[in-house]
């Protein structure tokens, strides 16, 4: 009687590892589109709450001036609430829109990202200050914002007339 010695691996048990990492790997990518699906809501939600609230700081305290401008850096996109006083410029909140985000403006019914837009020095178009006695936006950041992440987008609407914020019309 010869006794076999037997390495390696059976075809049902490389069958059944695969499937597990197979199962695995698309379980890990759901949850991921899922994380960068509600990323997209948040990142809207957060810019516009820095909007709003730059808008009504303009109204409450008229003797400062409260703005709401864009930079880029490293390839993202950042919101940065500031207030002047006295010709003292102070930053009051940054928001961070990663740069797996587009964060773009529609402008004559053409999407222009953010960064394209700073970078052929047209940043008045997306820069907010409002009157303090009405709360109209007094510069030229009004329009529609949208924030995509593949086939996902949030949306945002600024009202020159009023300087209202619409989310998601």
């Known amino acids: 009687m010869m006794i076999r010695d037997e390495k390696g691996y059976t075809l049902v048990e490389l069958m059944t590892v695969i499937a597990i990492i197979s199962i695995s790997m698309g379980i890990a990518t759901f949850s991921l589109s899922f994380v960068f699906n509600r990323n997209v809501d948040a990142k809207m939600t957060e810019v516009s709450t820095q909007i709003r609230s730059a808008k009504n700081l303009q109204v409450e305290k008229s003797a400062d001036t409260y703005s709401v401008e ?99 019309e």
């Open 70 to 168: 864009f930079t880029v850096k490293d390839g993202n996109t950042i919101l940065h609430k500031r207030v002047e006083k006295s010709g003292v410029v102070t930053e009051l909140a940054t928001v961070k829109v990663p740069n797996n985000l587009e964060f773009v403006k529609v402008v004559g019914g053409s999407e222009i990202k953010i960064s394209d837009l700073l970078a052929h020095g047209r940043s008045d178009e997306i820069k907010f200050e409002f009157d303090s006695a009405t709360g109209k936006l007094t510069t030229d950041g009004f329009g529609l914002y949208k924030i995509k992440y593949k086939d996902k987008e949030a949306t945002m609407r600024v009202i020159k007339q009023n300087g209202k914020v619409i989310l998601n």
